[in-house]
Each structure stands twice: as structure tokens, then as C-alpha cells.
């Protein structure tokens, strides 16, 4: 789809994404360390998009997007929803589980017991 968008008006699947973001309002920082690319990234200023490939470049998405553009101000997109895991994976400061320790035993901060003495912690 992307390309074919691309050939239209002669630029590459990257350069109509980078456009359609543009054309959204969306700030984009693309990434590259290759000169060549930096500069074809920057060559997206010479055309636009229509409202058919707008819809159509709309329509590829698939709701499972890993970045939220919510704005706050404006609050042009939905809000962001924080899901849970709630499987063995999810790690102790994501579930904010805080362990306690006995008192003479290992601590964070106090250093291990074994090298009580050894260290700059102790």
C-alpha cells in the first residue's frame, strides 16, 4: 500500500509514512545514521497527500500500535490505558512488589552480610 502510494508520486513507502504523520500533526524523528537516508527522510516537503491515500494509509492500522500520541492539551487522541500483566513475566517493580528483610540480613543499601567489612557499603 505504501508503496504503491509512493510510486504515485515518487517517493518511497518510508517518505509517504513520514508524510502521512506529518500531514497528521504528529512531530517525527525518524532514525537513521545513514546520510543518504537523512536526506531522502527530509525530502518530504514537495508533495502531499489526498484525502483517498490519507484513508487508505488510515486503514492499515490495526489498533496494536505501540506508541501513544495522546495530548494532553489539545487532547486530540484517546487517553493512554495502562494494561497489566498479571502472568509469571511481570517483574517486581512493574507490580510494585517491595520485599522486606529481616533485620541482619541482606538489605539494599547495607550491602550482603557475607561481606560485612569488605566493601564501601558495609
Known sequence: MLTSVGEKHGKTAAQVALRYLIQLGIIVIPKTVHRERMVTNLDVTDFQLDDADMRAIAALDEGQ??????????????????????????????????????????????????RAGTGFLS
Open 65 to 114: 500500535g505501540v506508541v501513544n500520541h495522546y495530548d494532553p492539551v489539545s487532547r486530540s487522541a484517546s487517553p493512554p490505558t495502562r494494561s497489566r500483566r498479571t502472568d509469571s513475566r511481570t517483574s517486581a517493580a512493574a507490580s510494585g512488589y517491595r520485599r522486606s528483610y529481616p533485620a541482619g540480613t541482606f538489605s539494599p543499601g547495607r550491602g550482603h552480610p557475607a
